[in-house]
């Protein structure tokens, strides 16, 4: 425990208070700093570009575009200053679950920030499932929480048979009214992100972010204890979780069923 990092700091997901923490943090007081979520990497890898402190970071979607410096070829190729651990979830194991539930869906509608750049990436790879799967993604943009409830319920007056949360931080943190907001028009929510069927989504499958956050502080105590970085990879690690929420079956307008082997995979089945 002697090697984890003593303070802490939560930017709530507002860019200007998390470059003002990220200028704190990199002036060269720490031995290693540690950052969660792509949007608090970017902030300190843009504020440690001279490379004053150790950068470590976990539970980013998509390294490569995230504009820190990763390559998409070499996992090699990184600032000499920063490494650490991807955690992009393929939405194509959702939407193929989600087809099985209720094979005769056709439209899936999305709230999402386009100036996220790990959400930019989860709806490229949407996009392509749902072309191959022929379902409509129907998408409103936000540019703040504070929005997204009035943008759940535009694609809910659209029709659309389910609403879908990526790992989107904007609308994570108000995944509450999107949930709320299907539920209202008796269509389910899914989600790549773990734990949101405790929360009313009828499934999540996605990454187990407690097991990422453990091998993210691993990787901060193997840097600590003076790893080379240069020599460390940028790795993708996606332990997977399945959750299911048998209880938010009720009330749909649509004949959605569990198939047994699904539940039989579930990590958790809330009743």
Known sequence: ??????????AE??????????????????????????????????A?????VKQVFGIVADPPSAGIGC??????????????????IPPDKAFRL??????????????????ESNSEAFMIKAREICKELNIELANAPVDNSSAVAEAAQ?????????????????????????IAAGRNAHIPTFTILPPMAEKGALFDIGADFHDVGIETAKLAVEVLRGADLTKIPITNS??????????ALKGLKA???????????????IE
């Open 1 to 10: 425990s002697n090697y984890f990092p003593r303070l802490f700091w939560d």
């Open 13 to 46: 997901n507002d860019a200007a208070t998390a470059n003002a923490i990220a200028r704190q943090i990199t002036s060269g007081g720490y031995d290693v700093v540690l950052t969660v979520t792509t949007r608090a990497t970017q902030a300190v890898a843009n």
């Open 48 to 52: 440690n570009r001279d490379g004053l």
């Open 71 to 88: 390559s998409r070829t070499n996992p090699l190729e990184h600032p000499k200053q920063l490494v650490g651990i991807g955690s992009f």
């Open 98 to 115: 989600a087809r099985r539930m209720y094979p005769e869906l056709k439209s899936v509608g999305v709230v999402w920030n386009p100036s």
């Open 154 to 178: 535009s694609l809910v007056s659209c029709g659309v048979d389910a609403l879908w949360i990526s790992g989107d931080v904007t609308v994570t943190l108000a995944a509450d009214q999107v």
């Open 238 to 247: 996606i332990p997977n979780r399945l959750l299911i929420n048998r209880g």
């Open 255 to 269: 004949p959605w069923r569990i198939p047994p082997d699904v539940l039989a995979a579930a990590a958790k089945v």
